[in-house]
């Protein structure tokens, strides 16, 4: 059973900067292919960036694509969500997943993919 667990949400202002954190444990990370979800009250859970299981592929959406980073340290078991330029429509709550994988190079972009989550963080952007 792997656990997630978020951190470094917070309240910023459109412009600027913020890292999230995911620690994983409870099984052997760089097993996992990893991905960002972001969800907005009253609306469905939607992929920000996948990224594999040694971290050289990774996939982004449109909507962050050029502003967030995704990277991983499997030797300290954790997943990074770097993002720049923000803005009040990425304002949500910030979930990381886990799936275990078998092999290298697809990406997985639907909740139901994902076998594991965090208990997500809130980013609030302001204007």
């Known amino acids: 059973q792997v656990q997630l667990v978020e951190s470094g949400g917070g309240l910023v202002q459109a412009g600027c900067s913020l890292r999230l954190s995911c620690a994983a444990s409870?099984?052997?990370?760089?097993?996992?292919?990893m991905g960002w979800f972001r969800q907005v009250p009253g609306k469905e859970c939607e992929l920000g960036t996948d990224?594999?299981?040694?971290?050289?592929?990774?996939y982004y959406v449109d909507s962050v694509e050029g502003r967030f980073t995704v990277s991983r340290n499997n030797a300290k078991n954790t997943l990074y969500l770097q993002m720049n330029s923000l803005k009040p429509e990425d304002t949500a709550v910030y979930y990381c997943?886990?799936?275990?994988?078998?092999?290298?190079?697809?990406?997985?972009?639907?909740?139901?993919?994902?076998?594991?989550w965090g208990q997500g963080t809130q980013v609030t952007v302001s204007s």
């Open positions: 997943s886990a799936r275990r994988v078998y092999s290298s190079g697809a990406h997985y972009t639907t909740p139901g993919e994902y076998e594991y």
């Open positions: 990224i594999g299981r040694i971290g050289s592929s990774t």
């Open positions: 409870g099984g052997l990370f760089i097993n996992y292919d």
